[in-house]
Each structure stands twice: as C-alpha cells, then as structure tokens.
C-alpha cells in the first residue's frame, strides 16, 4: 500500500499547491465579493501566535487550530487526540507513564522525560510555560481553544521550542450573567466521567470560575499475576479563576490548577519470550507461562506492583494594562510544581531482572513582561523572560532476580533570562515585512550520583544495602547563550489569499545527563551541549473556489546541528547511559490542511503531511569497544512517520426539533521507528484509525446528547517501547516491551448548560 500511496498524495500535495498559486488572481478575485466566511475558516479564525491576536491568514507561521466544539465533535479526550487532526505531529502519552506527554513535530522532539532532559516541543497554558512533561497530557476540558505552532519558534516562545509549540488556551468568564456545564459520561471498559464547570459574575467588573473533571476507566487488560487493573484511569483535575477589570484598560486574571492522577503504573507489555543468561526460558515448571508473551498487548505478568501517583499543581496571575490605544503592556507571572511517584517493571515478569522504581520533583516560577504594539503599519511586540526551575529525582533499576540494585539520584537547577521581539511592518497594501529574535541566556548546575547496592531496594527507598561500587558522584555548572532570529515576507495576492517566505532559528538548551556513570563514560561530567535547527518555510493560506475551501499550505527545509540523542546501552550487569551532541540531519516537508463546503449542510476537513528526514551525520560512542562510528548510514529518526494524513466529513442537519451532527474522521500514520536503531519487534508498522463522533443539541443549546467511538476498527499499534535484549544484556530477561495506544471505545455523553 505504501508505494501507491506515497507517490500519490506526494504529487497531490504538489499539484494543488501550485493549482492555487497559480489561480490565485482569478480565483480570489472572485471570492471578494463573497460573504464573510464562518468563524471555523481560516479567513476568520483569530490566533495568538505571535502573541498577540490575528487572523490565521496573516499570520507567517504553520499554525493549525482547533476549537472546543471541533475537539467535541470526533469526542478528543485529551490533547494526544490532535495527532490524528494536525500534519507532521507525533503526540502521545509517554512509554511506561499514564499522564507524561512526548512531543515531535516535523522530526523534532524528545522521548526520553527523565528529569533534566528538555522536550524540543513547547507547551504553554494561557501563555504560561510548563517546563516538564509530567502532568502534561493535559484532559480537554474548559477549552476555548488549542493551538499547534509548527516550526522553531524561537523568536517568541524561547529556547525550547525547536520543534514547534502547543497552546492550550482555557474560556474566558463571562462577567455579564452565571453560567453553569455539567457533562456525564458512560463508556467502554467502565468508564465512568464527570466535568462540572461555572462562573458567576460578582459584579459587572468581577466575576469568579471553577471547573472540576474526573475520570475513571477500568483497564484495557489487567496484570496477569497481581490481577490489578492495566491501562486503567483515575484522574481528578481542578482550575479556579477569577477576572477583575476595574476599568476598560486594566485587567487581571488569576487562574489555579490542580491535577492528580492515581491510576495504576504501566509496565508494557513483552514482545520477546524471557531467557535467562545463556539464552533457555527464564523461568521453568509451572511457571513457565512468564516466560510467553501475553496474549493481549495491555496484559503484562510484571511482579514490581501497581501503585503510582502524580500530582501537579500551579497558580498564575495576568495582568493587562492598555497603555494608549495603541500601546498595551502585559505581565505573566505563574509557579508550577509536579510530583512523581512510579514502578516500571522493564523486564514484565515477576522476577527483578529489571524493575525502576522511581520518584521525580519539580519546581518552576516563570514571569514574563510583554509590550505589545498596533499601529496602522507598525505593530510589534516586545518583552523579557525569566525562569527559576528545579527538577530532582532517583530510581532504583534491580537486577539478578532483585539481588541487587543501582541507585541513580540527582537534580538540575536552572535559571534562564530572555529578552525578544518581533516587529512586523507593512511595506506596501500587499507586501508585509517581519523581523525578531531572542536572546536567552541559560545557567545550569547539574547534581549526579550513581551507586551500586547489595541488597534491593537502596536506601533512598527504604532499604539498608551497602555500597558496593560507587559510580558517579558530582556536581557541575554550564552556561549556553544564544541569539535565535527570524525574518518573514508576506504577500496578499488578494483579501482571501496571503503568501509567505520565513526563515527562523530555535536552540533547546544543553545540560547534564542525570543517568550519567563516569566510570563507563567519563566525559559525563561535562554535559551535553544545545542543539539548534534552522528552518526555511514557504507557504500559502487562504479562501478560494468562490469560499468552498479554505486552506493552509507549507513546504519547508531545515537543519538540525548538535542533535541530542540519548541512548542507554547494558553493559554487563549495569546500563551506560549516553545523551551526545550525535548528529547533524536534513528535514525537509509539506504540509496541506483545510476545509471544504459541499453544501451549508455538509463540510469535509483534511490535512496531509510529509517530513523527510535524514542523518548527515551520526557520531556515536561505543561503550562496549571504546570507539566512535558514525552511523548515519543506518539509524533514522524516532517517532517521526513519513506521512500523516486525516480526512473527515461533518454533517449538520435539523432532527427531532434541534441539531444533529454526525462527524466521521480517518487518520493515517506511515512506519515508525521508536528508537534510531530498527527492532522490527518495537518499530510501528503504518496504520490507519478511524473515529465517529454524533451529537444532538437541543433548542437553545442547554442539553446535548453524544454518541463518540474512537478507534473503531479496533487497531493495535505501538505508542513506545523499551529495548534490552538478551544480544546485548543477557542478564536482564531479554527484556523488549511496548506500549499501545486504546483500543476500540464507544463513550455516551450527556450535557446540561445553564
């Protein structure tokens, strides 16, 4: 199917990109005219982008949006669903975790959470910065809208945004009259949800807010030998706010979350069978079944246990002053802080062949000042950032049938200043000029130490083993600075149609690799250093087909220097442990999204996306030969498909005195690597998933009925693995185990608004 289905959407994506731009002149001369479009279209559709608020046509970057009542169509349950909707994105619940994000988009993320490693993808909650993964898969719920940044983006949101970002904006209060949500939910496997959301407006000035979601679901499949629950969900989510506006310049906002989330660890499944150190079954007699793989892929057999626990939790406070008419001045001011409490039975069996327990903390306080201007052919935006952050943590990882264990602890604090601005200015009534950049300033102190213990667990988790070798026990300080400019040209061809040309730059900081052992790698102690990517972008957004389809169009070529690739390789009866500045790659891509209108009745959306990416350079260490290769001829990029593709329809018709909606949605992901080196027991074979969403409305909008199935042809794909094999750690079980994504849910919503 591939080699069909390549080339085809290649010359599609091709062929209508140069349709448009050459129909541009006849085309949207005669859209003009037309009545405004609807406020799902991208003539309409207002971002923040570039912080501050614009029309998605004028806006020089590859941006897609998504509104609360397009998330509540397919039935979106969390932010992992825009992976199935957005072009060039992997976005998925982190491997061996239950609320840990993983981000890539056109190539560049990061996999591995570890405190310490920074994602390559920003994340931001009403414009506050989340440092760490944890805690991020964040619930849809008390939306207004998310927005999908793809590209570096540097210039405005900072050092580790290299890959793009992603904006989760929360509903304002209405401070004019009460309002009041509450949604209930029954599905597949038990599932059992309650969203409770209200404001009520104080006084024409003031007005206060809540909302309260929990989520329960039984597992997908169970652990085989404690008969817990597997794949399970229990999770309590809360945000209050408040808004003042004393006067029509003044406004504040005052916004605090909480999330916990106590479902059951996840160990994976195996994918290999257990072998003991010589390469016969691991265990024998009655207990042989371990050594098989189960049956169902969200079983597992781990004997490490079940309890895991992450709570976040943070507050922020908005202030906007209006200046003059032109002139606004805004601050954002927020604290974060996250804990972590989780087993991860690597090896999937009831014996300790390889079994982390593990614990993280973070802290994080954030302000940021923005000037922001808009005049009639100036408008900029300009300001500084601050962030103090720390992230801590230990693990266990217990080996020879729990006999023994090595204890990796240590924490990294970080203090990073940026000042930044972005300047736009219209050269002429159709061509438009924008220029910036950030200057951020990093400093880093990284704490490692690394032990092994007789005896399991160590004593950081309650037991009284001695040291047997110390392996790493330091303390450094890095500083990285950088200058990450970019410059855009736009030109509107008409109202409806605006081209661009960009160039932009991003840096992800360096740091210290807290798994570190400097007796298999003694350069550890000196950290890793930044990686930057360097992107050119053309594109092409607008309305046309006499405002039939609206679309977003993108072509662009990037490259990545100083990748950091973190690898950790068995060595004996212990892991080494790498994060190198590897590599240099080539990316390159097209990205193709919109809407069509068949009828007022009947709308289609699709998006169609390529990234092509390549190692031009792939420098390794070798631990087990003390060598360096370059492999750049063999290993591919992670988590990164040749090709994702959605396609979906939307029909509104009335029924039964009010609004019926029936959305169905197809999505379409090529092969996937999960590690730079192929294992065809982990790599992820190309797939498609489709989805159904139906809702009814009743008149005046205060109850809603939906019916939502996910996945309904009930596919098994990976989402993430981990790699000890018994060719290269004989003394770990021959441990390779995978994570998958939910199988086919069928989920009954129903709705009451006030």
């Known amino acids: 199917m591939k080699q069909t289905f390549k080339p085809l959407l290649m010359a599609s994506v091709a062929s209508l990109g140069t349709l448009l731009a050459l129909a541009a002149p006849q085309a949207f001369a005669q859209t003009a005219t037309q009545p405004a479009a609807s406020a799902d279209e991208v003539t309409d559709v207002v971002v923040t982008a570039r912080r501050r608020a614009e029309t998605l046509k004028d806006v020089p970057i590859a941006v897609s949006t998504f509104s609360s009542a397009k998330l509540d169509q397919t039935g979106a349950q969390d932010i992992t669903a825009l992976q199935q909707q957005a072009p060039n994105m992997t976005l998925q619940v982190a491997r061996g975790s239950n609320s840990t994000l993983i981000a890539f988009i056109r190539g560049v993320g990061q996999q591995d959470p570890l405190w310490g490693f920074e994602p390559g993808v920003g994340l931001y909650v009403d414009d506050v910065y989340v440092a760490r993964p944890q805690g991020a898969v964040l619930d849809i719920y008390d939306v207004q809208r998310v927005e999908v940044l793809r590209g570096p983006q540097g210039t405005l949101y900072g050092r580790n945004t290299i890959g793009g970002a992603i904006k989760y904006v929360t509903k304002p209060l209405d401070m004019t009259s009460p309002t009041f949500m509450v949604r209930g939910s029954l599905g597949s496997n038990n599932q059992r949800d309650l969203v409770l959301t209200g404001s009520i407006p104080l006084s024409d000035q003031f007005a206060v807010g809540a909302a309260i979601a929990k989520y329960n679901r039984d597992g997908f499949g169970k652990n085989l030998f404690t008969g817990a629950e597997h794949y399970n969900k229990d999770v309590t989510a809360v ?249 855009s040209l736009s030109y509107a061809f008409s109202p409806a149609l605006t081209g661009y040309a960009a160039i932009s730059e991003g840096f992800k900081s360096g740091g210290f690799d807290m798994r570190g052992d400097v007796i298999l790698t003694p350069s550890t102690v000196n950290g890793y250093n930044p990686e930057t990517v360097l992107s050119k972008e053309i594109g092409l957004k607008g309305t046309t087909f006499d405002g039939l389809m609206n679309f977003t169009f993108a072509v662009f070529d990037s490259k990545y220097d100083d990748m950091q690739i973190t690898r950790q390789t068995p060595v004996g009866a212990t892991v080494a442990s790498q994060v190198e500045n590897a590599g240099k790659a080539s990316i390159r891509g097209a990205e193709f999204e919109g809407t069509l209108r068949f009828s007022d009745k009947l709308t289609g959306n699709f998006a169609l996306g390529y990234t092509g990416a ?81 809702t009814w409305t009743a008149p005046g909008a205060k109850y809603k009925v939906g019916l939502y199935g996910r996945n309904l042809g009930d596919e098994r794909y990976r989402t993430g693995g981990y790699n000890f094999p018994s060719s290269v750690s004989p003394l770990f079980g021959n441990s390779v185990s995978a994570f998958y994504g939910a199988p086919r849910t069928v989920t009954l919503t129903l709705e009451y608004r006030y």
Do not use: C
């Not at 220029?435 to 213990?453: E, I, L, P, Q």
């Open 614 to 694: 390549d190692f031009d350079e792939f420098i390794s260490y070798n631990v087990l030969t003390a060598s360096y290769v370059n492999l750049a001829g063999v290993y591919k990029f992670q988590m990164t498909p040749e090709w994702t593709n959605n396609f979906g329809l939307t029909y509104k018709t009335d029924a039964f005195g009010g609004s019926l909606v029936v959305s169905p949605q197809a999505s379409y992901r090529s092969d996937m690597q999960m590690f730079e080196a192929s294992n065809a027991a982990l790599d992820q074979k190309a797939y498609w998933l489709y989805d159904m969403g139906v």
């Open 239 to 487: 945000r209050l706010s408040a808004e003042y506006n004393p006067t029509d310049k003044l406004s504040l906002r005052l916004a605090y979350d909480r999330t916990q989330d106590d479902s059951n660890a996840r160990h994976g499944h195996r994918e290999t069978p257990a072998l003991n150190s010589v390469g016969g079954p691991l265990y024998t007699g009655t207990q042989a079944v371990w050594n098989t793989p189960p049956a169902d892929p969200y079983d597992t057999y781990a004997g490490l246990g079940d309890k895991n626990k992450v709570e976040t939790d943070g507050v922020s406070l908005t202030a906007e002053y209006k200046i003059s008419d032109t002139l606004t001045f805004k601050s954002i001011s927020a604290v974060r802080s996250g804990e972590t409490a989780t087993k991860i039975d690597f090896d999937n069996t009831p014996g300790g062949f390889m079994d982390v327990p593990a614990k993280y903390e973070d802290t994080q306080a954030t302000q940021e000042l923005q000037f922001t201007y808009g005049g009639e052919r100036w408008s900029w935006v300009a300001g500084l950032f601050y962030l103090n952050s720390t992230a801590s943590g230990a693990f266990d990882t217990t080996i020879l049938g729990n006999a023994a264990t090595t204890l990796t602890q240590g924490k990294v604090r970080t203090n990073s200043i940026a000042a930044f601005a972005d300047f736009n200015y219209k050269l002429t009534d159709k061509w438009s000029l924008s220029f910036g950049g950030r200057y951020t300033k990093d400093n880093k102190r990284g704490t490692v130490y690394r032990a092994n213990y007789a005896g399991v667990p160590s004593p950081v988790f309650g037991g009284k083993g001695a040291v047997t070798l110390l392996r790493s026990n330091y303390s450094n300080d890095k500083s990285f600075d950088k200058f990450t400019p970019r410059v």
